[in-house]
T-cell receptor, first 106, second 118 residues
Framework: SQQGEEDPQALSIQEGENATMNCSYKTSINNLQWYRQNSGRGLVHLILIRSNEREKHSGRLRVTLDTSKKSSSLLITASRAADTASYFCATNDMRFGAGTRLTVKP | GAVVSQHPSWVICKSGTSVKIECRSLDFQATTMFWYRQFPKQSLMLMATSNEGSKATYEQGVEKDKFLINHASLTLSTLTVTSAHPEDSSFYIC??????????????FGSGTRLTVV
């Protein structure tokens, strides 16, 4: 079963702009992870945020977590065409949200 | 480190035949592996959780006799699609959780298997 929904389902931006994706989940969590998937490929782990953390950074990625709202957001700053992919959140029981398809136009 | 190898990357089979997909952790031991199914432009649907040395835990609605999972060692889990039908055509992906969590505490995914049943 799915854990929740990503918002938006699809996002198209110009290179250099920031991209924000949101994820909601249903159950209590120990951590939440964000993954990236290029078309027809496996998933690559991007970042993990623990339930006692509110914000985490990794390079151009910034993740926030609001456990009271059961939601998380992934911000990609200064986007590049190579960031074009689908992005998914997953709870610690490894159930995934619906994903956001990000297209970054050069 | 933390590489998962999944084979085959694609397979075409005839209806009624069985197909085995392998998921190997190359440089770590994985007590738990996850099997997913993904339809085009959709998310990953968790099919089952595979635990080394014990029976897999299947998600509701997944036929355990149809999708046989064997996790015989700490580095290998297999998914066998039995008596395959065209509706089983999909992208199957495995994921492994290291015995000891790595620095980024993430899970590692195989590259996926595209199954086409004709």
């Amino acid at each position: 079963s799915q854990q929740g929904e990503e918002d938006p389902q699809a996002l198209s931006i110009q290179e250099g702009e920031n991209a924000t994706m949101n994820c909601s989940y249903k159950t209590s969590i120990n951590n939440l992870q964000w993954y990236r998937q290029n078309s027809g490929r496996g998933l690559v782990h991007l970042i993990l945020i623990r339930s006692n953390e509110r914000e985490k950074h990794s390079g151009r990625l910034r993740v926030t977590l609001d456990t009271s709202k059961k939601s998380s957001s992934l911000l990609i700053t200064a986007s590049r065409a190579a960031d074009t992919a689908s992005y998914f959140c997953a709870t610690n029981d490894m159930r995934f949200g619906a994903g956001t398809r990000l297209t970054v136009k050069p | 480190g933390a590489v998962v190898s999944q084979h085959p990357s694609w397979v075409i089979c005839k209806s009624g035949t069985s197909v085995k997909i392998e998921c190997r952790s190359l440089d770590f031991q994985a007590t738990t592996m996850f099997w997913y199914r993904q339809f085009p432009k959709q998310s990953l649907m968790l099919m089952a959780t595979s635990n080394e040395g014990s029976k897999a835990t299947y998600e509701q609605g997944v036929e355990k006799d149809k999708f046989l999972i064997n996790h015989a060692s700490l580095t290998l889990s297999t998914l066998t699609v039995t008596s395959a039908h065209p509706e089983d055509s999909s992208f199957y992906i495995c994921s492994a959780r290291p015995l000891r969590l790595w620095g980024v505490y993430g899970y590692t995914f195989g590259s996926g298997t595209r199954l086409t049943v004709v």
